[in-house]
C-alpha cells in the first residue's frame, strides 16, 4: 500500500474522487480513505496542519508498514527558485528551517549544536533528511511530463519545513540561504524525518500556491496549488509499475 498525505481535506479531494473500491475507516482519531488510483494500493490521509500533527499521522501509517509515503500538497516557493505560482516542486530533501537558536552571530542549526534528532545506525540527522532517490527522479519525470501539458514548470531540490511562515523578504532571503531552499511548507521534514526512522521510503510533491517573502494574499492561488500536486500525484502513481507481490 502506499500511503498519500496531506495537510487539509481540499488537497485531496480530487484523489478521493478518483478513489476505485473506496473503504473508510477509522485510525486512531483519522478518517483513513483506502482504495486504489492508477491500479495502485493506495491510503489517504489528511494528518493536518503542521510539523506535530504531520508526524502523529505518518508514524500512525508507517505501524503499518507502507511501501512508499507521497506527501502532497501547496507550498510557497523561494526568491531565487525561478518558479512562479501555480508551478510544481518536488523535494530532493527536507531541512527543518528552524530548529536552532537564533544567535546575535547569526541563526546556528542542529548540527551547529550537536543535537541531533535522528540517530540510525547509518548516522545522526539534523536539519537534513533525504528522499528516496529512486522514486524522486521518477516523480519529477512524472511532474515533467505533466507540466507540458499544463504549461508550467517544475523545480526539483531543498524544500524548508518550517513553523512560522516567511512572510517577511529577509527572512525568506535567510532561509533560502541557510538551506539553499526551493520550496517551504510546514510538514515536509516531519514526515522524511518519521518515514526514515523506520525505513520506509518517502517522496514529495507541492503546487506552489505563493511566493514566500513579503505577504500579499492578492497573488496567492491555494485551489490550483493544490489541484497540481494531486495531479502529480496521480500522474506519478500512473508510471510506477507495481510491486511484484502486489
Ligand atoms: O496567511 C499566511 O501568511 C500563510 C502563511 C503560510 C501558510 C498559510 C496557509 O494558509 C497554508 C498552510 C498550508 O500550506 C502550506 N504552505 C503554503 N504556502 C506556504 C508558505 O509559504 N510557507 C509555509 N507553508 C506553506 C503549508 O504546508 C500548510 O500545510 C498562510
Given at each position: 500500500?502506499?500511503?498519500?498525505?496531506?495537510?487539509v481535506?481540499?488537497?485531496?479531494?480530487?484523489?478521493?474522487?478518483?478513489?476505485?473500491?473506496?473503504?473508510?475507516?477509522?485510525?486512531?482519531?483519522y478518517?483513513?480513505?483506502?482504495?486504489?488510483?492508477?491500479g495502485?494500493?493506495?491510503a489517504?490521509?489528511?494528518?493536518?496542519?503542521?510539523?506535530?500533527?504531520a508526524?502523529?499521522?505518518?508514524?500512525?501509517?508507517?505501524?503499518?508498514?507502507?511501501?512508499?509515503?507521497?506527501?502532497?500538497?501547496?507550498?510557497?516557493?523561494?526568491p531565487?527558485?525561478?518558479?512562479?505560482?501555480?508551478?510544481?516542486?518536488?523535494?530532493?530533501?527536507?531541512?527543518?528551517?528552524?530548529e536552532?537558536?537564533?544567535?546575535?552571530?547569526?541563526?546556528?542549526?542542529?548540527?551547529?549544536?550537536?543535537?541531533?534528532?535522528l540517530?540510525?545506525?547509518?548516522?545522526?540527522?539534523?536539519?537534513?533528511?533525504?528522499?528516496?532517490?529512486?522514486?524522486?527522479?521518477?516523480?519529477?519525470?512524472s511532474?515533467?511530463?505533466?507540466?507540458?501539458?499544463?504549461?508550467?514548470?517544475?523545480?526539483?531540490?531543498?524544500?524548508?519545513?518550517?513553523?512560522?511562515?516567511?512572510?517577511?523578504?529577509?527572512?525568506?532571503?535567510?532561509?533560502?540561504?541557510?538551506?539553499?531552499?526551493?520550496?517551504?511548507?510546514?510538514?515536509?521534514?516531519?514526515?522524511?524525518?518519521?518515514?526514515?526512522?523506520?525505513?520506509?521510503?518517502?517522496?514529495e510533491?507541492?503546487?506552489l500556491?505563493?511566493?514566500?517573502?513579503?505577504?500579499?494574499?492578492?497573488q496567492?492561488?491555494?485551489?490550483?496549488?493544490?489541484?497540481?500536486?494531486?495531479?502529480?500525484?496521480?500522474a506519478?502513481?500512473?508510471?510506477?509499475?507495481?510491486?511484484?507481490?502486489?
Amino acid at each position: 500500500m502506499i500511503v498519500l498525505q496531506c495537510a487539509v481535506a481540499a488537497e485531496q479531494r480530487q484523489l478521493r474522487e478518483q478513489l476505485l473500491h473506496p473503504r473508510q475507516h477509522r485510525l486512531g482519531s483519522y478518517d483513513l480513505c483506502q482504495g486504489t488510483l492508477q491500479g495502485q494500493p493506495v491510503a489517504l490521509l489528511c494528518g493536518g496542519v503542521g510539523k506535530a500533527n504531520a508526524a502523529a499521522a505518518a508514524a500512525l501509517l508507517l505501524q503499518q508498514r507502507p511501501r512508499l509515503v507521497v506527501l502532497h500538497g501547496c507550498g510557497g516557493f523561494y526568491p531565487a527558485s525561478g518558479l512562479a505560482v501555480g508551478d510544481l516542486a518536488v523535494a530532493c530533501e527536507e531541512h527543518y528551517g528552524d530548529e536552532g537558536v537564533a544567535t546575535p552571530q547569526g541563526f546556528r542549526d542542529l548540527s551547529q549544536l550537536d543535537l541531533p534528532l535522528l540517530r540510525t545506525p547509518a548516522g545522526c540527522y539534523y536539519n537534513r533528511f533525504p528522499c528516496d532517490p529512486l522514486l524522486t527522479g521518477q516523480l519529477a519525470q512524472s511532474c515533467r511530463t505533466l507540466a507540458r501539458q499544463l504549461g508550467c514548470q517544475v523545480g526539483c531540490g531543498p524544500f524548508v519545513t518550517v513553523s512560522c511562515g516567511s512572510g517577511r523578504d529577509d527572512l525568506a532571503l535567510l532561509r533560502q540561504q541557510h538551506c539553499g531552499g526551493l520550496c517551504e511548507n510546514m510538514e515536509g521534514a516531519a514526515v522524511a524525518h518519521q518515514c526514515l526512522a523506520v525505513g520506509v521510503p518517502f517522496i514529495e510533491v507541492r503546487g506552489l500556491s505563493n511566493a514566500t517573502g513579503n505577504r500579499d494574499l492578492r497573488q496567492w492561488d491555494l485551489a490550483t496549488a493544490m489541484q497540481r500536486a494531486e495531479q502529480a500525484t496521480l500522474a506519478f502513481l500512473a508510471d510506477l509499475p507495481p510491486l511484484p507481490q502486489e
